[in-house]
Protein backbone atom coordinates (compact mmCIF):
# COMPACT_ATOMS: atom_id res chain seq x y z
CA UNK A 1 0.00 0.00 0.00
CA UNK A 2 1.41 3.46 -1.08
CA UNK A 3 1.26 5.94 1.87
CA UNK A 4 1.46 9.34 0.35
CA UNK A 5 1.91 12.90 2.26
CA UNK A 6 -0.12 15.60 1.43
CA UNK A 7 1.57 18.84 0.80
CA UNK A 8 -0.99 20.98 2.61
CA UNK A 9 0.41 19.01 5.49
CA UNK A 10 3.63 21.70 5.26
CA UNK A 11 1.14 24.61 3.50
CA UNK A 12 3.48 27.13 5.70
CA UNK A 13 6.60 25.84 3.99
CA UNK A 14 7.87 26.03 0.59
CA UNK A 15 6.73 22.82 -1.71
CA UNK A 16 10.76 21.86 -1.30
CA UNK A 17 10.04 21.36 2.36
CA UNK A 18 7.46 19.04 1.84
CA UNK A 19 9.98 16.81 -0.53
CA UNK A 20 12.93 17.11 1.93
CA UNK A 21 10.70 15.84 4.34
CA UNK A 22 8.85 13.26 2.61
CA UNK A 23 12.69 11.73 1.29
CA UNK A 24 13.71 12.51 5.48
CA UNK A 25 11.03 10.19 6.55
CA UNK A 26 10.46 7.45 3.65
CA UNK A 27 6.95 8.49 2.49
CA UNK A 28 6.10 6.93 -1.12
CA UNK A 29 5.20 10.49 -2.79
CA UNK A 30 3.35 13.59 -2.62
CA UNK A 31 0.11 14.97 -3.19
CA UNK A 32 0.20 18.19 -4.95
CA UNK A 33 -2.53 20.56 -3.40
CA UNK A 34 -3.01 23.93 -4.80
CA UNK A 35 -1.21 25.90 -1.75
CA UNK A 36 1.91 24.88 -3.51
CA UNK A 37 0.72 25.84 -7.04
CA UNK A 38 -1.49 28.00 -8.94
CA UNK A 39 -4.37 26.54 -11.30
CA UNK A 40 -3.98 28.69 -13.69
CA UNK A 41 -0.46 28.54 -14.27
CA UNK A 42 -0.16 24.63 -13.92
CA UNK A 43 1.13 23.80 -17.38
CA UNK A 44 4.34 25.69 -15.90
CA UNK A 45 3.99 24.86 -12.21
CA UNK A 46 3.31 20.92 -12.36
CA UNK A 47 6.56 20.40 -14.36
CA UNK A 48 8.66 22.19 -11.96
CA UNK A 49 6.96 20.46 -8.95
CA UNK A 50 8.00 17.35 -10.72
CA UNK A 51 11.64 18.32 -11.53
CA UNK A 52 11.81 19.46 -7.95
CA UNK A 53 10.41 15.73 -6.55
CA UNK A 54 12.60 14.08 -8.71
CA UNK A 55 15.46 15.80 -7.15
CA UNK A 56 14.57 14.14 -3.65
CA UNK A 57 13.62 11.03 -5.25
CA UNK A 58 9.85 11.43 -4.35
CA UNK A 59 7.02 11.57 -7.15
CA UNK A 60 3.79 13.32 -7.36
CA UNK A 61 1.58 10.57 -7.18
CA UNK A 62 -2.15 12.87 -7.08
CA UNK A 63 -3.02 16.66 -7.90
CA UNK A 64 -5.91 18.54 -6.67
CA UNK A 65 -8.64 19.70 -8.94
CA UNK A 66 -12.45 19.88 -8.96
CA UNK A 67 -14.45 23.71 -9.67
CA UNK A 68 -18.24 24.22 -9.52
CA UNK A 69 -19.68 21.87 -12.00
CA UNK A 70 -23.54 22.54 -9.72
CA UNK A 71 -23.83 25.98 -9.92
CA UNK A 72 -27.11 27.45 -11.86
CA UNK A 73 -25.04 29.64 -14.10
CA UNK A 74 -24.33 27.93 -17.40
CA UNK A 75 -21.78 30.07 -17.64
CA UNK A 76 -20.24 29.07 -14.31
CA UNK A 77 -20.19 25.63 -15.07
CA UNK A 78 -18.62 25.32 -18.23
CA UNK A 79 -15.55 27.28 -16.87
CA UNK A 80 -14.89 24.78 -14.27
CA UNK A 81 -15.56 22.48 -16.80
CA UNK A 82 -12.44 24.11 -19.03
CA UNK A 83 -10.79 24.37 -16.36
CA UNK A 84 -10.43 20.92 -15.15
CA UNK A 85 -10.31 19.62 -18.51
CA UNK A 86 -7.11 21.50 -19.13
CA UNK A 87 -5.77 20.36 -15.75
CA UNK A 88 -6.25 16.82 -16.81
CA UNK A 89 -4.51 17.51 -20.61
CA UNK A 90 -1.83 18.92 -18.58
CA UNK A 91 -1.29 15.87 -15.84
CA UNK A 92 -1.32 13.35 -18.78
CA UNK A 93 1.41 14.82 -20.54
CA UNK A 94 3.19 14.66 -16.96
CA UNK A 95 2.75 11.28 -16.05
CA UNK A 96 0.44 12.29 -13.53
CA UNK A 97 -2.29 9.08 -13.20
CA UNK A 98 -4.47 10.27 -10.22
CA UNK A 99 -6.34 13.22 -9.63
CA UNK A 100 -8.39 14.55 -6.58
CA UNK A 101 -10.81 16.97 -6.72
CA UNK A 102 -14.40 17.96 -6.37
CA UNK A 103 -17.85 18.54 -8.47
CA UNK A 104 -18.47 21.92 -6.20
CA UNK A 105 -20.32 22.59 -3.01
CA UNK A 106 -23.58 23.78 -1.93
CA UNK A 107 -23.29 26.46 1.47
CA UNK A 108 -26.50 27.36 3.37
CA UNK A 109 -27.11 29.45 6.31
CA UNK A 110 -26.66 26.55 8.68
CA UNK A 111 -23.17 26.50 10.03
CA UNK A 112 -23.35 22.52 10.93
CA UNK A 113 -21.80 20.77 7.88
CA UNK A 114 -24.14 18.00 7.89
CA UNK A 115 -26.71 20.81 7.01
CA UNK A 116 -24.90 21.92 3.72
CA UNK A 117 -23.58 19.66 0.82
CA UNK A 118 -25.70 16.71 0.06
CA UNK A 119 -28.37 17.96 2.46
CA UNK A 120 -29.33 20.70 0.17
CA UNK A 121 -28.63 18.95 -3.12
CA UNK A 122 -31.21 18.04 -5.60
CA UNK A 123 -31.70 16.24 -8.31
CA UNK A 124 -30.88 18.66 -10.62
CA UNK A 125 -27.43 18.89 -8.84
CA UNK A 126 -26.81 15.27 -9.53
CA UNK A 127 -27.36 15.87 -12.93
CA UNK A 128 -25.27 18.76 -13.56
CA UNK A 129 -22.44 16.76 -11.87
CA UNK A 130 -22.86 13.72 -13.67
CA UNK A 131 -22.74 15.27 -17.24
CA UNK A 132 -19.86 17.10 -16.35
CA UNK A 133 -17.75 14.10 -15.24
CA UNK A 134 -19.02 12.08 -17.68
CA UNK A 135 -17.33 14.02 -20.21
CA UNK A 136 -13.91 15.06 -17.93
CA UNK A 137 -14.20 11.47 -16.70
CA UNK A 138 -13.99 10.63 -20.54
CA UNK A 139 -11.08 12.87 -21.32
CA UNK A 140 -9.17 11.61 -18.40
CA UNK A 141 -9.59 7.91 -19.73
CA UNK A 142 -7.78 9.14 -22.50
CA UNK A 143 -4.60 9.86 -20.69
CA UNK A 144 -4.74 7.02 -17.90
CA UNK A 145 -5.81 9.35 -15.76
CA UNK A 146 -7.88 8.26 -12.38
CA UNK A 147 -10.39 10.94 -10.54
CA UNK A 148 -11.84 10.23 -7.30
CA UNK A 149 -14.09 12.75 -5.31
CA UNK A 150 -13.14 13.43 -1.97
CA UNK A 151 -15.77 13.05 0.34
CA UNK A 152 -15.59 16.48 2.14
CA UNK A 153 -17.72 18.67 4.23
CA UNK A 154 -19.90 21.15 1.93
CA UNK A 155 -19.69 18.96 -1.36
CA UNK A 156 -22.22 17.24 -3.19
CA UNK A 157 -20.07 14.34 -2.43
CA UNK A 158 -19.85 14.78 1.38
CA UNK A 159 -20.89 11.18 2.78
CA UNK A 160 -20.35 7.68 1.29
CA UNK A 161 -24.16 7.64 0.40
CA UNK A 162 -24.62 10.77 -2.21
CA UNK A 163 -21.11 10.06 -3.32
CA UNK A 164 -22.09 6.25 -4.31
CA UNK A 165 -25.19 8.25 -5.81
CA UNK A 166 -23.07 10.42 -8.12
CA UNK A 167 -20.57 7.66 -8.96
CA UNK A 168 -23.83 5.39 -10.22
CA UNK A 169 -24.80 8.45 -12.37
CA UNK A 170 -21.07 9.15 -14.03
CA UNK A 171 -20.85 5.11 -14.71
CA UNK A 172 -17.32 5.31 -15.34
CA UNK A 173 -14.54 3.13 -13.98
CA UNK A 174 -11.92 5.44 -13.85
CA UNK A 175 -14.32 7.82 -11.77
CA UNK A 176 -14.04 6.87 -7.93
CA UNK A 177 -14.48 7.76 -4.59
CA UNK A 178 -11.92 8.70 -1.84
CA UNK A 179 -13.07 8.45 1.60
CA UNK A 180 -12.11 11.06 4.25
CA UNK A 181 -12.86 9.82 7.63
CA UNK A 182 -11.65 13.23 8.96
CA UNK A 183 -13.75 15.24 7.02
CA UNK A 184 -17.11 12.53 7.77
CA UNK A 185 -15.97 12.76 11.34
CA UNK A 186 -17.34 16.53 11.58
CA UNK A 187 -20.13 16.08 9.12
CA UNK A 188 -23.42 14.93 11.20
CA UNK A 189 -25.20 13.32 8.53
CA UNK A 190 -21.76 11.46 6.95
CA UNK A 191 -21.64 7.88 7.68
CA UNK A 192 -19.41 6.92 11.13
CA UNK A 193 -18.72 3.24 10.94
CA UNK A 194 -15.82 1.86 8.75
CA UNK A 195 -18.85 -1.04 7.53
CA UNK A 196 -20.12 1.64 5.34
CA UNK A 197 -17.57 1.85 2.93
CA UNK A 198 -19.04 -1.53 1.82
CA UNK A 199 -21.57 0.51 -0.58
CA UNK A 200 -18.48 1.83 -2.47
CA UNK A 201 -16.92 -1.67 -2.88
CA UNK A 202 -15.12 -1.46 -5.40
CA UNK A 203 -14.89 2.29 -6.40
CA UNK A 204 -12.69 3.07 -3.75
CA UNK A 205 -9.29 4.82 -5.58
CA UNK A 206 -7.67 6.35 -2.79
CA UNK A 207 -8.24 7.40 0.75
CA UNK A 208 -7.69 10.45 3.36
CA UNK A 209 -6.69 10.02 6.91
CA UNK A 210 -6.75 12.46 9.13
CA UNK A 211 -7.82 12.68 12.49
CA UNK A 212 -10.39 15.35 14.86
CA UNK A 213 -11.53 15.42 18.21
CA UNK A 214 -14.52 17.29 19.48
CA UNK A 215 -14.46 19.46 21.77
CA UNK A 216 -17.95 21.07 22.67
CA UNK A 217 -19.07 22.43 19.27
CA UNK A 218 -16.00 22.70 18.11
CA UNK A 219 -13.97 20.05 15.76
CA UNK A 220 -10.11 20.56 16.48
CA UNK A 221 -8.11 18.75 13.43
CA UNK A 222 -4.66 19.67 15.91
CA UNK A 223 -4.39 15.97 16.78
CA UNK A 224 -2.26 12.92 14.84
CA UNK A 225 -3.66 10.21 13.67
CA UNK A 226 -3.29 8.18 16.84
CA UNK A 227 -4.93 10.65 19.34
CA UNK A 228 -7.99 12.17 18.25
CA UNK A 229 -11.49 10.53 18.60
CA UNK A 230 -11.13 8.78 15.34
CA UNK A 231 -10.09 4.90 15.53
CA UNK A 232 -8.44 4.87 12.56
CA UNK A 233 -7.11 1.84 12.42
CA UNK A 234 -11.23 0.49 11.91
CA UNK A 235 -10.85 2.48 9.20
CA UNK A 236 -7.61 0.77 7.93
CA UNK A 237 -8.09 -2.41 9.09
CA UNK A 238 -11.54 -2.40 6.51
CA UNK A 239 -10.14 -1.46 3.80
CA UNK A 240 -7.42 -3.80 3.83
CA UNK A 241 -9.91 -6.46 4.32
CA UNK A 242 -12.16 -5.12 1.26
CA UNK A 243 -8.97 -5.88 -0.87
CA UNK A 244 -8.03 -2.54 -1.25
CA UNK A 245 -4.62 -2.29 -1.72
CA UNK A 246 -4.22 1.37 -2.97
CA UNK A 247 -2.73 4.67 -2.39
CA UNK A 248 -3.51 6.15 1.14
CA UNK A 249 -3.03 9.50 2.07
CA UNK A 250 -1.81 11.04 5.24
CA UNK A 251 -3.40 15.18 5.68
CA UNK A 252 -2.64 16.90 8.90
CA UNK A 253 -4.28 20.01 8.18
CA UNK A 254 -3.84 21.23 12.43
CA UNK A 255 -1.70 23.67 13.92
CA UNK A 256 1.42 23.41 15.23
CA UNK A 257 5.00 22.06 13.81
CA UNK A 258 4.37 19.90 10.50
CA UNK A 259 7.62 18.07 10.83
CA UNK A 260 6.28 16.12 13.88
CA UNK A 261 2.73 15.21 12.40
CA UNK A 262 4.64 13.95 9.09
CA UNK A 263 7.01 11.63 11.07
CA UNK A 264 4.52 10.33 13.82
CA UNK A 265 1.33 10.16 11.77
CA UNK A 266 3.61 8.05 9.05
CA UNK A 267 5.22 5.99 11.74
CA UNK A 268 1.43 5.24 13.13
CA UNK A 269 0.35 3.75 9.56
CA UNK A 270 3.05 1.50 8.93
CA UNK A 271 2.77 -0.02 12.61
CA UNK A 272 -1.40 -0.22 12.26
CA UNK A 273 -0.58 -1.81 8.71
CA UNK A 274 1.83 -3.88 9.71
CA UNK A 275 -0.31 -5.22 13.03
CA UNK A 276 -3.84 -5.64 10.81
CA UNK A 277 -1.53 -7.47 8.53
CA UNK A 278 -0.60 -9.86 11.01
Known amino acids: ??????????????????????????????????CHFKRENIATELPAAIELGKRYG??????DTGGDTISD???????????????????????????????GVLRGPDKDYGANGSALAKDVHYARAAEAF????????????????????FTLH??????????EMIGLDN?????DSGNMFSTSTAEKDPAALDKLKGRIGYFHFKN?????????????????H?????????LCGMGYDGPVCVEYCGAGDPHVAAEQDLSYVRQTLAWIRR
Open 175 to 179: VMANP
Open 158 to 167: DTIASTARLL
Open 212 to 228: CEKIGDIYNYSVKLADG
Open 58 to 63: VPICCV
Open 1 to 34: MQIVMHSYTFRTYPLEEAFANAKRLGWDGIELQP
Open 73 to 103: DAAVREAAVRQVANEIEVCGRCGIRLMNGSV
Open 134 to 153: KHLGGLAAKHGIRIVFEIHM
Open 230 to 238: IDTAKWLAK
